[in-house]
């Protein structure tokens, strides 16, 4: 199997919801609007985010974002509103969780400032 391209999916009871949340996370308006009841960001850091409406499993999903600096993307996303759930720190880092509007868990993982031995 030749493979061209993978999209991570997370489904949405709104649309609308879905987008406008998303927009504001990734800073961008989707990229694509490939059929009704999709939406989807190509190259966000390297990964393709797909939102489809599906409202019976909406707020299942999970996706992990990493960022380089915890406290830079918590202010950011602080400044639109987002609340967030739990948050902890280890030898690998720190995570922080939020979730999006249907529900879906959202982990921000800041890697850790030197290498992990395992």
Do not use: C
């Not at 919801?17 to 999709?38: H, K």
């Not at 950011?76 to 939020?98: C, H, M, N, P, R």
């Amino acid at each position: 199997m030749q493979i061209q391209g993978i999209y991570a999916a997370l489904a949405t009871a709104s649309m609308a919801n879905a987008e406008q949340f998303y927009t504001q996370l990734f800073e961008r308006e989707p990229d694509d609007r490939p059929m009704d009841g999709l939406i989807q960001w190509r190259d966000v850091a390297g990964a393709n985010i797909q939102i489809f409406r599906d409202e019976e499993h909406a707020g299942a999903g999970r996706l992990t974002i990493v960022v380089p600096k915890m406290d830079v993307a918590r202010s950011s996303l602080g400044e639109i509103g987002v609340e967030f759930t739990d948050e902890a720190a280890g030898d690998y880092g720190k995570i922080a969780q939020l979730a999006d509007p249907d529900g879906n868990r959202i982990t921000l993982a800041e890697p850790p400032s030197r290498p992990f031995k395992t």
